[in-house]
């Protein structure tokens, strides 16, 4: 098993270009989860999916939305970067019997 | 809003020595759960603590979880390179809330 995978692990923006952050997991996990996280503040929740078809706003959600594509994918779209926005951002699964969340190794963003 | 509080936040000791990191809340915990994250990689979970005055070991890694589950501690022994990361606290109370860290770095 692969867990949770991310794509790209690095990207450079311009303000006002977009662009989506790719997240699968292999675990058969119903929950998935999207964070940032930048220095001093530790992870903070942007959007989160409890269920295949869902999506719910986490608690920084302003400038980014979320697709959950099926039960395996769960993407983060930039539609218009803006510097503030540079972050290292992970996405993680979890079972629903446990609270255990697995995470990807995170993709490195800077907006300039 | 209940918050998470981590201490110290930076940490730098000597390889073979002993240190304790600290998590906080203003509230009461229903689980919580220490990850540790290396360098460039995502959290990975250590240990997850429900019940109060709770004690868990992993190797060198003494977890303890406060009788009135509002407070949980981390005790390295004889602490090694490998130990090197950012040590992160996760109260799942009615939604995920994470601490800050504690960034700690052994050195050989």
């Known amino acids: 098993n692969a867990g949770v995978t991310q794509t790209p692990k690095f990207q450079v923006l311009k303000t006002g270009q977009s662009m989506t952050l790719q997240c699968a997991q292999d675990m058969n996990h119903n929950s998935m989860y999207w964070y940032r996280q930048d220095p001093g503040m530790g992870l903070r929740l942007i959007y989160y999916?409890?269920?295949?078809?869902?999506?719910d706003k986490g608690e920084v959600p302003n400038g980014y939305n979320v697709s959950r594509l099926n039960k395996r994918e769960f993407s983060l779209r930039l539609e218009s970067a803006a510097p503030s926005q540079t972050s290292v951002y992970f996405c993680?699964?979890?079972?629903?019997?446990?609270?255990?969340?697995?995470f990807g190794p995170g993709t490195r963003l800077t907006v300039l | 809003t209940q918050l998470l509080e981590q201490s110290p936040q930076f940490l730098s000791i000597q390889e073979g020595e002993n240190l304790t990191v600290y998590c906080n809340s203003s509230?009461?915990?229903?689980?919580l759960q220490w990850y540790r994250q290396e360098p460039g990689e995502g959290p990975v979970l250590l240990v997850t603590v429900v019940t109060g005055g709770e004690v868990k070991k992993l190797k060198r890694l003494t977890f303890q979880f406060g009788d009135a589950r509002k407070d949980s501690s981390l005790h390295i022994t004889a602490a090694q390179p490998g130990d090197t990361g950012l040590y992160l606290c996760i109260s799942s109370y009615d939604k995920v809330i994470f601490g800050p860290g504690t960034s700690l770095s052994v050195i050989p």
């Open positions: 999916s409890a269920s295949e078809g869902t999506t």
């Open positions: 509230s009461v915990f229903s689980s």
């Open positions: 993680a699964s979890s079972d629903v019997d446990t609270d255990t969340q697995y």
